[in-house]
């Protein structure tokens, strides 16, 4: 057998003969390798790689003007008209296109297929690049009540059958019948909603668009692309045709210039690219530094344990030097020796990197657009290969480096006492100290995200959510709108809300004979604010402009949630069945409205034409996503419409299924269409699960942190402590215990483990007030976090060390004396 | 009759800080082929610091030692382990055999680093290891032998080459008297059959089996003694 191919040999035993070796390397650099690789793999498909169903991307521009409503919740004022009128002002510079999306669910045959519905001007296919596989192109004559189908929809619906073409299909309620089959579209952010690769186009012509009416809306959450053909369109041009619009159509907006103004709008054109990634160039630039500093304290870690496994060898590198072996021939047999270890690193590496990828859009919480088209590809896997082949190779070369003349005739002529007569280098102790550095920048930084992911998930509601259900309900019928004379307005909202109340009732009934401890409430709402809307008011003592959150609520909302009342009085029954003009409001909106200071002084005001009799403590909602949100708490219904929300409480203890709620409100009344029920506590999870991933997440990389740090201890023990075996061998034939080896060991190590843990901390610290300048997302530092997370390093540390140094000094130290 | 190894005025001194120990002082030697030569002293009179130097796997700090016509001072590191694998064998007190390879391997290995094909290594590590009586432990490890038959072991791995010089460092240092005795008589037959062998020893009495018997003191040849060739 040939010198190399024992080698290789060998190293594919020592997988199984030497796990305290391979078992820490192949962990340590799967697992990192992994995360690398992943990160990789998204910068590879993200960063460099073309959309992959836009034709020439350069050329496309998404043209934005956005509003901030609240905090971090922006709204697009452009709608299907403005992009027309837009369209209309600069149609020499290049081509408009607009698009909107959102989620739905069409049914083909009894059954339901989820998609992402888009409503989209009819030139977008020629405009963006996608193809007609199958009937008609859209134009102005074929688009009523029509609809173009996705090929995966096609395909998942139709079985890809080409005789789908004009047959009909229901989107939500509505029938459409097939005009088209056009290309899949990946290459865009859902907003809020679910993203489908089924998807349904219903177009509609552009330039149709400036005959409708000009509304007085503000949010437009309409997406304007424009594609240059003969000159670019500028920030400047966009602003211009903002003031050209409130100019001609002054008439019809009335006060939208001045409410959008003091909204601060933002003028953006934007590289098509460019505006789906958002700021997560910046975000896959931090992880891929996060994982860049996990490889390179991965392979500290490795290098250490290397360092450890060549001492042991040492004499018989010198043995085969001595017997002709040139230095080239052993750096390759180490090489050899440890190619499957560092293979089957490699393979685990890139299958945890193809996990990561599958569970990554859940971990991103939506914040990585576009990470469904990430995968595995040749860039990802030659990475994995090289970064294994150079770290091997740097092992090799290091098995060799660290020999010298003397040393090697040391070792030829004493046998094991050259081991003996080490010290520990300078560099050991470097790669040590680096290690626990790069341990404790990583473990600041997961400390510091999972402080705010736990805070996120174990935030104070400021009311009970009880066992609580909450039905949409949509009726038959047809409602004309509500008409402005008062005369005539009261009555007409009367007859509605006693409408609504005998369907309410008819519920209570049908969902007594299901549960008869179920509590069908009032109030229409629910305190997390799931279907709340915002809108705007302005306070006539500062003319400051308020937006908030409009809730409807009865008598019973304080109580059923326990939500306390700090000023004024509550609702009363009369007001409520009367639909008085009245509301109470939340200490935010209150401390907005005051003008002394006092929540009292806000007590008889009027918001929105409601009176406000009473103030209550603020609570959690899902607008704020904390306790602040200034929230009208409106006891006056709103009946423009036939949807309905039904609030339903059971005794904690009991619980009912959400499919039997549905089934007896369906056939509870006969004006019942449609039902959708859902409990608060399955509400809360759904829109906990991004923050409860992110938080395992974090959790996974501080574990994978530690078992780094524990690892490369373990090593720097393993070297440390084998130099030290003669003398310890000594102390024990004088007479020392285990017990006075192990701390006189522990004592020899803590000079050197305390400088790397406070060098480490140090920088750490540092590092994360420096970024923290940089990088707005990186959440504020916190010391208890950080102290937790430090105490868990050093007692993994420690740990790793006793561990090591135990293990060696109860193998027989006393062998080192027997040898000599 | 040529000389197989010619050093002249040789010294070797540890430099340790503003320590410098004085190993080897003005050592002179020259060596035929075929001869046996015993190198012994008392501990620290820098019998093993020669005998390393001559196996280069040590340079001396100044003199000129010439091996097979070929002079050492000029060799890079690679180039040693050249001459080493094709001029020298080398039998150390502790074996020195790999633990997690089989004697049939340990002993293939000076062969493998020359790059001999396969079917010619195993007829010569086979004959090699019958040679001193090992032919039937040939996938036994090391650590199964005791340790005369370890030591048979490395004389053929030292030998398996046929190199020009045999190095020999305290080759009974670890076995016991009958073991030792065995070791030295398969030492003298190798050197009846033509093997130049040098060998360091501390003990009076296998020192006297050479024909020439060199006494080192404080790294200087003390006495020199020489057998008449029969």
Sequence with gaps: ?820 | MTALVTINNINKVYSKGQVKTHALHEISLSINKGEFISISGPSGCGKSTLLSILGLLDTPTNGSYQLANIDTHQLKIDQRSQVRNKHIGYVFQSFNLIDSLTVFENVALPLEHRGMPSADIKAAVEKQLSAVNMDGRLAHKPSQLSGGQQQRVAIARALVGNPDLLLVDEPTGNLDSQNGDAVMQLLKTLNENGATVIMVTHDERYSQMARRQIRLFDGKILVEHKEAVA
Aim: glycine content about 4%; proline content about 3%; charged content about 15%.
């Design chain 1, 1 to 820: 057998m040939s010198f190399y191919f024992r080698a290789l040999r060998h190293g594919v035993q020592r997988l199984f003969t030497l796990p305290r070796l391979s078992l820490p390397v192949i962990l340590t650099l799967s697992l990192t390798l992994a995360a690398v690789l992943a990160v990789v793999a998204i910068s590879s498909n993200l960063i460099f790689k073309p959309l992959p169903d836009v034709k020439d991307e350069q050329a496309l521009y998404q043209i934005d003007r956005r509003v901030t409503v609240s905090g971090e919740l922006t709204t697009s004022i452009f709608t299907k008209k403005r992009v027309a009128l837009l369209a209309q002002q600069y149609q020499d510079y290049g081509d408009f296109t607009s698009f909107s999306v959102d989620d739905d669910k069409v049914t083909v045959n009894g059954t339901h297929y989820p998609v992402s519905a888009f409503s989209a001007s009819d030139n977008i296919l020629d405009t963006l690049g996608g193809e007609l596989l199958l009937g008609e192109m859209p134009s102005l004559m074929n688009t009523q009540d029509a609809i173009w189908l996705s090929q995966s929809l096609w395909h998942s619906a139709y079985r890809s059958d080409p005789a789908v073409i004009g047959k009909t299909l229901h989107l939500g309620e509505a029938e459409m019948q097939i005009k088209g089959i056009v290309t899949d579209f990946q290459s865009f952010t859902p907003g809020n909603d679910e993203k489908y690769s089924q998807q349904v186009w219903r177009y509609y012509n552009l330039a149709e668009q400036i005959k409708t009416p000009t509304l007085m809306t503000i949010s437009g959450d309409v997406r304007a692309l424009f594609r240059e053909t003969s000159r670019p369109i500028t920030e400047s041009d966009v602003e211009q045709f903002w003031h050209n619009y409130y100019r001609d159509h002054a008439s019809e907006l009335g006060p939208m210039n001045s409410i959008i103004e003091s909204l601060g709008p933002v003028t953006t054109v934007k590289q098509y690219r460019d505006a789906l990634m958002l700021e997560q160039n910046t975000m896959i630039w931090f992880l891929l530094a996060t994982v860049i500093i996990l490889l390179l304290m991965a392979s500290l870690n490795l290098l250490n344990l290397f360092i450890a496994h060549y001492q042991q060898r040492e004499q018989e590198f010198a043995t085969q030097l001595c017997l002709g072996a040139n230095r080239r021939k052993l750096i390759i047999m180490s090489f050899l020796e440890n190619i499957p270890t560092f293979a089957l690193s490699a393979l685990l590496g890139l299958l945890g990197a193809a996990w990561i990828i599958r569970v990554l859009p859940i971990v991103s919480g939506g914040n990585l657009e576009l990470i469904e088209l990430v995968q595995l590809d040749m860039v990802t896997i030659s990475i994995a290969l090289i970064t294994t082949l150079i770290i091997n190779l740097f092992f090799a070369v290091l098995s060799t480096t660290q020999f010298n003349q003397q040393q090697l005739v040391s070792n030829l002529n004493s046998g094991n006492k050259g081991l003996n007569a080490g010290k520990v280098t300078v560099l050991s102790k470097v790669l040590f100290i680096a290690q626990i550095s790069s341990a404790a920048v990583i473990l600041t930084g997961t400390a510091m995200l999972a402080q705010s992911a736990f805070s996120t998930l174990n935030v104070t509601l400021g009311f009970t959510p009880g066992n609580t259900y909450v039905a949409e309900i949509i009726r038959h019928g047809e409602l004309p709108e509500l008409p402005d004379e008062e005369d005539v307005n009261e009555p007409e909202r009367h007859k509605r809300f006693n409408a609504m109340i005998a369907v309410k009732n008819s519920v209570t009934t049908a969902l007594h004979q299901l549960h008869h401890d179920i509590t069908v409430l009032q109030s229409a709402d629910e305190p997390f604010g799931f279907a709340s809307t915002i809108n705007m008011t302005q306070n006539s003592e500062t003319n400051e402009r308020l937006t908030f959150l409009a809730k409807y609520i009865a008598p019973d909302y304080i109580n059923a949630f326990n939500i306390p009342l700090l000023a004024g009085r509550n609702v009363t029954e009369d007001e409520y069945t009367s639909q008085a003009r009245v509301a109470l409001i939340n200490e935010a909106f209150a401390r907005k409205l005051t003008t002394d200071g006092t929540l009292e002084s806000v007590l008889g005001i009027k918001v929105a034409s409601l009176q406000v009799v009473g103030i209550i403590a603020n609570n959690y909602t899902l607008m704020s996503k904390g306790d602040g949100y200034p929230t009208l708490f409106n006891a006056r219904h709103a009946l423009d419409n036939l949807n309905m929300q039904l609030v339903m409480q059971l005794p904690n203890e009991h619980g009912l299924s959400s499919e039997q709620i549905t089934q007896a409100i369906t056939h509870a009344h006969p004006e019942i269409k449609y039902v959708e029920v859902k409990s608060l506590n399955e509400r809360w999870a759904t829109e906990m699960l991004d923050e409860r991933v992110q938080f395992y997440f974090v959790a996974g990389l501080s574990i994978l942190t530690l078992l780094l740090a524990a690892v490369g201890s373990n090593g720097m023990a393993i070297s440390f402590t084998e130099l030290k075996r003669f003398e310890l061998a000594i102390r024990m034939a004088t007479g020392a215990t285990r017990f006075t080896l192990l701390s006189h060991t522990l004592a020899t190590f803590k000079h050197l483990l305390f400088s790397a843990l406070g060098i480490a901390i140090t920088s750490a610290c540092g590092l994360y007030f420096m970024l923290q300048k940089q990088v707005a997302m990186l959440p504020s530092f916190s010391w208890p976090s950080l102290f937790f997370f430090t105490s868990l390093l050093i007692t993994i540390v420690f740990f790793a060390i006793i561990l090591v140094v135990w293990r060696i000094i109860n193998a027989d130290p006393m062998k080192a004396l027997r040898e000599q």
